[in-house]
């Protein structure tokens, strides 16, 4: 098992015993014992061997299929290449066992996409949320700020636009976008319409066509059950997550189960198309640290477990998202056990805040809750800006909220001891020990930062 | 044992199983069973009995011996009063088990001293380092950051000048202060000398100065024995701390062991005849990631066992301080190793960074390590602001490091699940709730912050 992880404190769940390779679709069969005929046989990246049978005329889509049948394709070559601690068959073997996504988009690769990894094998991941409302912002004012997320080091970025011309700023944005682009469709399906209006048609058809302007990830609340609506009543906030609170309304009205868990095989179909990845939605995530770790969180995690499976089945990448507002002593709880409902699918969490009254801070407060998520297993972590609970975030929140997440992501690589990833602090260590302020400036984060405070005290003996 | 505590993950250190009571002064005796003749007799806070016999005409001085001899002082009743979670005699029992100090210079007791405690029981506290540089700020200008640093927060906070006119400046922070004072003495013992003309009667008249000043605690460098400096030869950044590489340049030039540690005893004398506590300095701490839980390192902390042992035979109250730069997976270890060879003596450390490649941003690199330091044991978290390792603090920086250890004090005790600490927290959820924004800002520990950025975008639906 190639995948970097904290040693479990004692009471915390072991890993599942099953991986993507449980969850095969109909008519697959695999095997690392004798090769019957028919099927095809390759050597696995630790040298052992395994064979796959697949229908008649199977030609693979995904990078989860191509990795289900040996090949190493060059999306998979590029992410070795930008991360040399993994060989190209690590990367397909654990693109293969479902622990790694490559969101890649068919449509986006023809345009600027360059090609990345999440995963607990690989690097920590930082996602940087932006988007349009409907007073505020248009599409160059997008791209400028997806322009600027990237440069300080947004691995992903999400496109949550709510108002403005939506289809033309999510062209733009993966027109010019190198990083993979999430999309949380629901916004899409309600615009302009009743909620109570939605139905599966509206859903498949917002999801094809997001899917083929080239979205790479796509968050789906399809783990929001009707059973799960009555263990939120003694929450302190209830349901916080915009997607879930929209489908627990749904499900209220219609008195009928989420028509995302009901059709999710059909919601496969199109994701798989493009080869876009689910991130599957915590709907039901806490939204205070009194409402953490509860029935409800936990059941719909266990059901997020179950349309893993039913994903893989259709040979569909997914990752899982996570909470929110966590409690420092119940971080590692809320890593593992997800590891072991969701198989070790790629865990990608909201922080989370550690405490919740230090608004105007929760960029510092989140990235506490990330850095410890992310040692315990999370595999991307996604930003949160000063401007949290409070308003929409500018330019420097954007930056303010990368930069700490920056720190979150590399100081949980270095703890994990993923190859390579201490040698820049070493070699700052050394430039400092040596009071050599220009190599100082250089290997840090933000040498202009860095040069400018050190300016301020040009004249004092510091 | 009313210390809070995260669990141990696999392979820490346990506890020691000795406390203060173990390190009486000679001609003391102490025990739980039948009283012997002339003992004194009290009531523990968890209702079992106690006999003290001590030398005839013994007085107590400093709040451990008070609390060895069963007496609340009212430092105490005024500690419980500030912490409902602790009764007057559970505080005293912490303080006669070492495990907690109330750093109150008898002295500083007659100006306007509030008192508070620092140990496991208790909540985490913070310190604020300021001190005005021999080119930078005077004395007004350090009161007024004293008063600052106050409104935000800081527990304690240290004078660290090393130039302009110490001992004015010194006086007129000790009487401005409502916090505990620290210092570092050895700073003022070097001024307008040669270091190697250091000797104990300027190390004693240097303390016993102070001591008369009214400082609350000092940091004496007494652990960095010459048998160590042969430890640090490998390391990447050698001996970062100032106190640490001055008096390693003495053994060196000496030939000699420590004075500080020689001199343990008559030091012990000095302190107690205030009530000083001392915060027994770590010289060797780690300067870079690199660096961190290594020989010299351990081998210090070994010795301030020992000088914690010999301390508590005087009387004399102790904490202990510590590092400074940590990968995020070693916190725990050098937590639970230093609650093992100390005894539980309160752990006050600095941050530590979690990751070295961050400058200008180490309030958060390094509030991260002090949450998970406070989490698994630390009392008190000196702040690190974001001008560390370029520049001196500005007033603003003094408050963004204030803040963010806030944040990290009250992240650990919400996690240790120290009674009470999260009602907040949850009061502000309710709010959130409520869409109350006036309670909301209320409730933040920043509320004009916070009510200005939600201002900013009044006009936009958030």
Redesign the interface.
């Known amino acids: 098992r190639l995948t970097f992880s904290?040693?479990?404190?004692?009471?915390m769940p072991a890993p599942s015993d099953r991986t993507a390779w449980d969850f095969l679709p109909d008519g697959w069969a695999t095997g690392t014992d004798a090769t019957p005929d028919s099927a095809r046989t390759f050597e696995q990246a630790d040298g052992s061997p395994r064979w796959v049978a697949v229908p008649d005329g199977f030609e693979p889509v995904t990078q989860l299929e191509s990795a289900r049948l040996g090949i190493v394709t060059p999306q998979m070559t590029r992410v070795a290449e930008r991360e040399p601690h993994l060989s190209a068959e690590q990367v397909r073997d654990e693109v293969a066992a479902g622990r790694m996504v490559i969101p890649a988009n068919t449509r986006h690769l023809e345009y600027n996409l360059d090609p990345m990894a999440i995963g607990r094998a690989s690097l920590t991941k930082i996602n940087a949320n932006m988007g349009a409302?409907?007073?505020?912002s248009g599409t160059d004012e997008e791209v400028e700020k997806l322009q600027w997320a990237e440069k300080w080091g947004a691995d992903t970025v999400m496109d949550l636009s709510t108002g403005g011309d939506l289809d033309a700023c999510r062209e733009a944005i993966i027109r010019a976008s190198h990083v993979p682009i999430g999309t949380v469709p629901i916004y899409s399906m309600i615009i302009g319409k009743k909620l109570e209006d939605l139905n599966i048609e509206i859903i498949l058809d917002t999801l094809r066509h997001q899917a083929e302007q080239g979205v790479d990830y796509m968050t789906v609340h399809a783990g929001v059950r009707r059973a799960h609506i009555d263990l939120v009543k003694d929450r302190?906030?209830?349901i916080v997550s915009r997607g879930g609170s929209l489908l627990a309304k749904w499900m209220l009205v219609h008195q009928a189960e989420n028509p995302m868990y009901e059709h999710w095989e059909a919601i496969c179909d199109v994701l798989h198309d493009r080869d876009v990845t689910f991130s599957i939605g915590d709907g039901l995530r806490p939204?205070?640290?009194?409402?953490a770790t509860d029935a409800a969180q936990l059941a719909e995690l266990y059901t997020l477990g179950e349309l893993t499976e039913r994903a893989w089945r259709k040979g569909v990448q997914v990752m899982i998202e996570g909470p929110g507002h966590v409690?420092?002593?119940?971080i590692e709880y809320n890593a593992k056990i997800q590891r072991r409902l969701c198989h070790g699918a790629p865990f990608y969490v909201l922080g989370p805040l550690?405490?919740?009254?230090?608004?105007?801070?929760d960029h510092?407060?989140s990235?506490?809750g990330a850095?410890?998520m992310a040692?315990h297993g999370a595999s991307m972590l996604c930003y949160v800006t000063?401007?949290e609970?409070?308003?929409?975030p500018?330019k420097d929140d954007v930056k303010q909220g990368c930069?700490?997440y920056?720190?979150?992501a590399?100081?949980?690589d270095?703890?994990?001891?993923i190859p390579g990833t201490?040698d820049?602090?070493?070699d700052?260590?050394?430039a400092?020990?040596a009071l050599n302020w220009e190599k100082?400036f250089e290997?840090?984060?933000?040498p202009d930062?860095?040069r400018a405070?050190?300016d301020?005290?040009l004249?004092?003996?510091?």
């Not at 904290?6 to 009471?11: E, I, L, N």
């Open positions: 904290s040693p479990d404190a004692p009471g409302s409907p007073v505020s302190l906030i209830g939204g205070g640290l009194a409402d409690p420092f002593d119940q550690v405490t919740d009254i230090f608004p105007g801070y510092i407060t990235c506490i850095t410890s040692y000063p401007k609970h409070l308003g929409l500018k930069v700490a920056k720190i979150a590399h100081a949980a270095v703890a994990l001891g201490r820049r602090d070493d700052l260590t050394r400092r020990a100082h290997l840090s984060f933000d930062l860095a405070y050190h301020e005290d004249d004092v003996d510091t």
